[in-house]
Nanobody
Framework: QLQLVQSGGGLVQPGGSLRLSCLTS????????IGWFRQAPGKEREGVSG????????YYADSVKGRFTISRDNAKNTTYLQMNGLKPEDTAVYYC????????????????????????????WGQGTQVTVSS
């Protein structure tokens, strides 16, 4: 059974940093692409970042480019989202998503995964973690 357990959210001041973790179990992480999405109250879901299963392709939304970094450690079954230079508009619930072989035939790149995932549900999702950026 696929499981994704998130950690690392919290309250941080503007300009601060947080690292989100997504610990996976029940599947071989290296066979899956991972995406990070966020949703703020009253706003649509946003595809923030994605990393390919082969770790050779990443995507970042324009809103986070240059501030966020996605990475994965297959040996630890964990994917990370390092968030630096946080802004109040980054406040949202963040979700990690694992996308496997069958769905990768459609969302074949991290960019496609993040863009299409804004409106279409696919993959296996973590429980969500709150990130609040406020002074």
């Amino acid at each position: 059974q696929l499981q994704l357990v998130q950690s690392g959210g919290g309250l941080v001041q503007p300009g601060g940093s947080l690292r989100l973790s997504c610990l996976t179990s029940g599947f071989t992480l290296e066979d899956y692409a991972i995406g990070w999405f966020r949703q703020a109250p009253g706003k649509e879901r946003e595809g923030v970042s994605g990393i390919s299963e082969s770790d050779d392709d990443t995507y970042y939304a324009d809103s986070v480019k240059g501030r966020f970094t996605i990475s994965r450690d297959n040996a630890k079954n964990t994917t990370y989202l390092q968030m630096n230079g946080l802004k109040p508009e980054d406040t949202a619930v963040y979700y990690c998503v694992a996308v496997g072989e069958r769905e990768l035939r459609i969302v074949s790149t991290p960019e496609l995964m993040c863009v299409m995932g804004q409106r279409i549900d696919f993959g296996s999702w973590g429980q969500g973690t709150q990130v609040t950026v406020s002074s």
